[in-house]
C-alpha cells in the first residue's frame, strides 16, 4: 500500500505561482511513475503531467507546457509540481497520483493505483 498526501495548493491570481508536493509514504518501491491530474467542477479529470521514477522521463500535456514543472526527490519520495503563469483556467482539484507498472498509458487516470486527497487550486482573474 502506499499513501500520497498533497500540500500547496492555495488561491493566486492570474500570472502568479504556486507549488504543490506529493509525499509518499509506505511500500514506495513499488512505484514506477507519479503523476499530476486536475478536476474542475462538472469536468472529467484530467491529465497534468508525470514523471517515472527511476528514469525521470517526463511527460505534459499541452495546455500546462512551458508553464507547469514537474519534479522528483527520490531521497524524500516526493514529487512537485512547480506551477507558474497560472490561468483562471488552471482552477481545479489537482490530484497526484502513482502507477506501479508504469504502461504507455501514462495520462489515463484508471492507469494509476494510488491517489491523494487533492488540493485545491484557485487561480483568479
Known amino acids: 500500500q502506499v499513501t500520497l498526501v498533497e500540500s500547496g495548493g492555495g488561491s493566486v491570481q492570474a500570472g502568479g505561482s504556486l507549488r504543490l508536493s506529493c509525499a509518499a509514504s509506505g511500500r514506495t518501491f513499488i512505484m514506477s511513475r507519479m503523476g499530476w491530474f486536475r478536476q474542475a467542477p462538472g469536468k472529467e479529470r484530467e491529465f497534468v503531467c508525470a514523471?517515472?521514477?527511476?528514469?525521470?522521463?517526463?511527460y505534459y500535456t499541452d495546455s500546462v507546457k512551458g508553464r507547469f514543472t514537474i519534479s522528483r526527490d527520490n531521497a524524500k519520495n516526493t514529487v512537485y509540481l512547480q506551477m507558474n503563469s497560472l490561468k483562471p483556467e488552471d482552477t481545479a482539484v489537482y490530484y497526484c497520483?502513482?502507477?506501479?507498472?508504469?504502461?504507455?498509458?501514462?495520462?489515463?487516470?484508471?492507469?494509476?493505483?494510488?491517489w491523494g486527497q487533492g488540493t485545491q487550486v484557485t487561480v483568479s482573474s
Open positions: 497520483a502513482a502507477d506501479k507498472d508504469g504502461t504507455s498509458k501514462f495520462d489515463r487516470p484508471n492507469e494509476y493505483d494510488y
Open positions: 514523471v517515472t521514477w527511476s528514469a525521470g522521463s517526463i
